[in-house]
């Protein structure tokens, strides 16, 4: 069980009381009506399946209940850095 | 082997005699003793038979690697455990053992046939021969193999014991009480910071309870650990797994070292602990040398022989070779000999011994063959002599003796080293992988650093021999009977990586998973391939260390506390009126009502007339309910249901649908604003953590500047359906403060007021087609409110009704169960529901799916109804449906029966039906072939009942 | 109108917790009835001005029966009696959440292990006057430290019997 730093409790707490949420700094775009089939196809479906840095969603789900990103390693499992959604990515 | 109790020695207690039974046969042992340890002192020297050539197998070892003496050890009923070590097992007095593996008995084996044939059962043999014909599989290969191969029998009765867990937090976690453990949670424990120090056997020490000059130290330094407050020591546990971030799982065997009959509380406690810093002492296992016979019985670890000696007071056997490659031999068999044992001759590769140990051995009368190996080993189901060869090639000589000690030199226990992915080294010197220390905050220290006192040694894949290597029964992996001629072959055959040779000659895939196996399995296929040992690498540690119960894991999750089982506040009642219940996620929904000889057919058709003609109470509590609240709300519904919220004024409701972005219908329920500001929102019974996640996601990550705020109220309401021609009569005598005629409480309007004294949100909403009102009232009033009505009900012969009778309800309705109706492919044009779809909104979650190619393509899938031509025919649901019956197998599908129920107002049965262009097909003849026969229907409307709605209205 | 009953609390489905229970350091027994409300808000200050109380301000603070459970989220736990208003117009968001959960005290010099049973939270290291939700096992809870040695479990009222039953099931026999 990894322990997970939640950056709006400031606290290391235990993955159990997170859910993950996918790949992160995918937007919804504003107007979805001007995508393409094509464009649209790419937000919905398409995600990058990066093997080490990986950027993605958690939620403190059993805890704060906030979204937040993470920057984790998907070979060693191990999380680089944590922020608030809405923070730019790092 | 002819083991025996030395004179004196030995820390078991002389003075507590115990009996036991293996196999029927009763046995004595001593307060102290292990299994294995009172058998072999009653001169036992068979306790298995090995899984594929079921040969004779004695004990190999005195810890958790032992491979042969696997035993089933009978507590009672339902407290059978198969696969125990008998040498890791505590012997108390009634102790009922049996030796596993064997048929009929283990002297007389029938499958030991199959050491006969052995040559024809080479690595892959299963793989390569019982693949043909494929109907044989089942029939024949399978069951016979399986009756063959078994390693002990699986319980098949309820288990009756209880089991624990706990998380623990500590700031150093200690694996293994040796010395290196014990004086590193001392050192840990100096701190003043939390401590757990964890071992797997009855007492702490390790290597040190069979060194006799350490005993002293031993008390002291347990004395001294168990003075501090901060420390705690876990014996009998076994931290079986090491996770990311230094989280390790323990299982604490509590009473099974106990006698049954004065066992109590649970059986075992499984420990999830935290730690800080991790440090790993669990030891290292000796390595078996490879030769001619190194299985049969009496030929087993000189590590063993003297734990047997000095820790147990056993003698291995009254004449004992040993056979070494490393230093620790002559350590092993010179501190037996001091015991009292018998050594008659050290046998040893090398030629380059250290000069002192051949003089001390001189001197304790026991022969010295340096420069010698065992080429052979005579007796059945004992050891009686061997053979004894210069350089393993020169003239054999002839040695007899009753038992053969190993010394091949030490493998760290680096398994839950590896399970927390620490990187190891090949040492030369010590011909085995150490751990390179990293910087995580864990450590190996002792032996498991590959830091030991007993001397150096040779690192030899097979003893040298003029015998070739297949005519050899020189055994690697002694549980899985994989021999060094099986990795050969392997290596012939094209295997190379270590991990692909483990797979095919399954070494080291035994319930021991390669403790004793490994490292000379690695060794030969490095060997056969002509590559360094270096280049191999090990294979993958992976959890659990050793075969744990499913009870430690399971805990406290079995029997009625396997899941939460969740009950509404009127639960209680309906569990007193004989209510057959079902459940629904993970609710309990009462399902019918029974009167004393009704099946469910007769009580669903009566609670389906009573709401028709009369009048029926449900109880809806488990609906998903969330408060959306804030000047944003309504602008927040908008954007994610397809429906418009912003028209709809306080005191009304609307039904709401929700797509995923996908554009699949993802959830469905009415919702209503109470104020400008404020909605309640209905959801399924199944879907609402669902969707109040996906609302948190959208409200957070996208939307993040709208102001309003989501709120679970589902358990915070209870929720009574009253519908049926005499609902509004019903709840008239209650109800106070709200005017219920229709003109001022119209269909899908919302008003607070009073039942029953208490406040109240009711709802005028239907899902049965009848006038109906659905009662909000605080759970904890869910139950007197319920009664008030079912009360007040009873001039109009107010029926209770179940899930199943409202399932029949809304399917003559044409109303949808999202998840029965529909199964994540379905639009809301597919569900006959595009009138749900706000067209002037510019977004909405999913709409721009809407319009991709195959969500707007013509032909989809439609929700249609079905009517038998059979009237009494109720089809399946999950039925496929195809349009012409008499076409050849595989049919073309064209769809499949979502919901299928006797209807008691059409007196018929009906289904629902998604069904390709469905909407289009309406009055043509479908067919859903079943196994019994051809049914034909009519597809339909999906509303079967008042299509117009009048009844809406009362 | 109808003759009806006074109404009380329906505890039957609370049975197994119903009696507090003493053992091995713990004791077990419902927390008295009390009023519960979510209050959310992006500004703070509105809600003390609505409430009339001061709130905690870091996430995981309590103060005076509030608890700071989010960057934007409030719970209270009020005497019976005590109500908050129910707004309209103004950005906040006041539920009143009283029958959604029931109350669990656990008290004792064994009250933060067997909390520790199913919760994964270093307990003991919990400062008195701190709250967060958590988790025993599969069942949400909130946790109030309320002292070293006294805990107040919040759950979801359908939720309670099998958290007190797991609770009691994890207690040495």
């Known amino acids: ?90 | 082997m002819s083991g025996y109790r030395l004179a004196t020695g030995g820390r078991i207690d002389r003075t507590r005699p115990l009996t036991f039974t293996f196999d029927g046969r009763l046995y004595r042992g001593l307060a102290g003793d292990s299994l294995a340890s009172a058998l072999v002192a009653s001169g036992v020297t068979l306790f298995g038979r090995s899984f594929k050539y079921h040969r004779p197998r004695g004990l190999l070892a005195t810890g958790v690697e032992e491979p042969n003496a696997l035993v089933e050890i009978d507590r009672g009923p339902g407290r059978v455990t198969p696969n125990l070590k008998a040498p890791s097992l505590a012997l108390y007095e009634g102790m009922v053992a049996q030796s596993q593996n064997r048929f009929p008995s283990l002297a007389f084996d029938l499958g030991a046939i199959n050491n006969r044939l052995g040559v024809f059962f080479p690595a892959g043999f299963y793989n390569k021969t019982f693949m043909w014909p494929r109907s044989a599989w089942e029939k024949l290969y399978e069951p016979v193999i399986r009756r063959l191969a078994g390693l002990g029998h699986s319980p098949t009765t309820r288990d009756p014991d209880t089991y624990a867990s706990t998380y623990a937090h500590c700031e150093t976690l200690v694996i293994g009480g040796g010395p290196a453990g014990i004086e590193s949670a001392l050192a840990a424990a100096a701190t003043g910071e939390r401590v757990i120090l964890i071992d797997e056997q009855e007492e702490l020490g390790g290597g040190a309870l069979g060194e006799p000059t350490r005993w002293a130290w031993l008390a002291d330094a347990t004395a001294r650990l168990g003075a501090h407050p901060n420390v705690r020591v876990l014996p009998r546990t076994t931290a079986y797994g090491a996770y990311h971030q230094n989280f390790v799982a323990a299982a604490e065997r509590l009473t099974d070292h106990l006698r049954p009959d004065r066992a109590s509380g649970h059986r075992e406690k499984l420990w999830r602990i935290r730690t800080r810093d991790l440090v790993l002492a669990q030891g290292a296992i000796e390595r078996p040398l490879v030769f001619d016979g190194n299985d049969i019985p009496g030929v087993m670890l000189s590590s063993a022989a003297r734990t047997l000696a000095l820790h147990y007071g056993v003698a291995i056997g009254r004449a004992v070779a040993v056979m070494a490659v490393h230093d620790s031999g002559w350590h092993d068999a010179l501190a037996i000999a001091a015991a009292g044992v018998r050594v008659r001759a050290i046998v040893d590769l090398r030629t380059a011994i250290d000069p002192a140990l051949i003089e001390a051995a001189r001197a304790a009368g026991i022969e010295c063959l340096p420069g010698h190996a065992v080429t052979g080993v005579s007796g059945r189901s004992a050891v009686n002599a061997i053979r004894v060869a210069p350089g393993g090639t020169g003239p054999a000589r002839h040695l007899p003796c009753d038992a053969l000690l190993m010394a091949g030199g030490w493998t760290p226990t680096l398994h839950l080293w590896s399970h927390a992915k620490g990187a190891m080294r090949w040492d030369d010197a010590s011909g085995t992988y150490l751990p390179i220390p990293g910087t995580d905050p864990v450590r190996c220290v002792g032996a498991c650093a590959g830091e030991w006192d007993f001397g150096s040694g040779m690192s030899v894949a097979a003893l040298p021999s003029l015998k070739p290597a297949h005519r050899q029964k020189a055994f690697v992996d002694f549980q899985n009977d994989v021999k060094a001629s099986d990795i050969a072959l392997a290596v012939q055959e094209g295997f190379r990586s270590i991990e692909h040779i483990k797979r095919y000659t399954t070494t080291g895939m035994a319930t021991d998973q390669g403790k004793t196996s490994n490292m000379n399995g690695v060794r030969l296929a490095a060997q056969a391939l002509g590559r360094p040992i270096a280049d191999m690498g090990l294979t993958t540690f992976r959890p659990p260390y050793t075969p744990q119960t499913f009870g430690a894991l399971v805990g406290v999750h079995k029997d009625a506390l396997f899941q939460p089982l969740r009950k509404t506040a009127i639960d209680a009642w309906a569990e007193a009126e004989g209510a057959v219940f079902e459940n629904v996620a993970q609710w309990r929904r009462a399902r019918y009502f029974p009167h004393a000889s009704e099946d469910m057919h007769a009580a669903v058709d009566r609670e389906c007339r009573s709401v028709r003609q009369s009048v029926g109470l449900f109880d809806a509590s488990t609906l998903g309910k969330i408060e959306v609240v804030g000047p944003d709300a309504a602008e927040f519904l908008d954007r994610m249901y397809t429906n418009p919220w912003k028209s709809l004024v306080p005191g009304r409701c609307r039904y709401g649908l929700l797509l995923r972005e996908d554009g699949f219908i993802l959830d469905d329920g009415v919702a209503a604003r109470l104020a400008p500001d404020r909605f309640h929102v209905t959801t399924t019974t199944g879907g609402a953590a669902r969707v109040l996640a996906m609302m948190e996601d959208y409200l957070q990550t996208e939307w993040s500047d709208l102001d309003c705020w989501l709120t679970s109220t589902t358990e915070q309401w209870a929720v009574i359906a009253v519908q049926g021609p005499r609902a509004r009569d019903v709840i008239a005598l209650l109800v106070e403060g709200i005017d219920l005629v229709p003109e001022a409480f119209p269909h899908m309007a919302v008003r607070d007021g009073r039942i029953c004294g208490v406040p109240t949100r009711l709802f005028r909403v239907s899902f049965t087609g009848e006038l109906g009102f659905e009662i909000n009232v605080p759970a904890d009033h869910g139950r007197a409110v319920w009664e008030a009505v079912h009360a007040a009900g009873q001039p109009h012969g107010i029926v209770p009704y179940g899930t199943e009778a409202m399932h029949v309800l809304r399917a003559e309705k044409g109303y949808i169960i999202v998840g029965q109706d529909t199964d994540g492919t379905v639009t809301p044009d597919d569900a006959g529901m595009a009138w749900a779809i706000g067209r002037k909104k510019p977004d909405f979650v999913g709409k721009r799916s809407l319009a991709r190619p195959d969500l707007a393509r013509d032909r989809r899938r439609q929700l249609v109804g079905l009517l038998t031509a059979d009237p009494a025919t109720v089809l399946e649901e999950g039925a496929q449906i195809v349009a012409d019956p008499g076409q050849s197998i595989p049919m073309k599908m064209i769809g499949h029966v979502t919901s299928a129920y006797h209807s008691a107002a059409l007196g018929r049965s009906i289904a629902l039906a998604l069904l390709e262009d469905g909407r289009a097909r309406v009055g043509q003849s479908v067919h859903v072939p079943m196994p019994h026969g051809n049914v034909t229907a009519l597809v339909s409307s999906p509303v079967f009942h008042d299509p117009s709605g009048a009844r809406l209205d009362g | 109108m109808v003759d009806i009953a006074p109404l009380t609390l329906a505890a039957t489905d609370l049975a197994a917790i119903a009696e507090p229970i003493g053992r091995y350091g713990v004791c077990l027994s419902p927390a008295p009835p009390c009023n519960r409300y979510s209050l959310r808000a992006k500004d703070r200050a509105l809600l003390e001005t609505l409430a009339g109380t001061a709130l905690p301000q870091r996430i995981g603070d309590t103060h005076n029966g509030y608890a700071c459970l989010g960057p934007d989220e409030w719970y209270a736990l009020l005497p019976e009696g005590i109500t908050l208003p129910q707004t309209e117009g103004q950005p906040v968001s006041i539920v009143d959440v009283s029958a959604r959960a029931v109350g669990l005290l656990v008290e004792g010099d064994g009250a933060a292990d067997l909390i520790a049973t199913g919760c994964p939270l270093d307990i003991a290291r919990m400062a008195p006057g701190r709250a967060t939700r958590t988790h025993y096992e599969s069942v949400e809870i909130q946790l109030w430290c309320l002292e070293e040695t006294r805990f107040h479990l919040e759950v979801w009222r359908s939720f309670a019997p099998w958290l007190g039953q797991a609770l009691l099931a994890n207690l040495p026999d």
């Not at chain 1, 993955?15 to 504003?30: D, L, S, V």
């Not at chain 1, 089939?37 to 950027?55: K, Q, S, T």
């Open chain 1, 1 to 90: 069980m990894l322990l997970i730093h939640c950056p709006w409790c400031e606290d290391l707490r235990p993955e159990t009381e997170f859910a993950y949420g996918g790949q992160a700094h995918i937007a919804r775009p504003h107007d979805p009506s001007q995508y393409s089939d094509e464009e649209w196809e790419r937000f919905l479906y398409i995600r990058a399946n990066d093997r080490g840095r990986h950027h993605e969603r958690w939620r403190h789900a059993h805890g704060c209940g906030r979204f937040f990103n993470a920057v984790r390693d998907t070979v060693t499992d191990k999380f680089e850095t944590t922020y608030k959604a809405g923070e730019a990515a790092r």
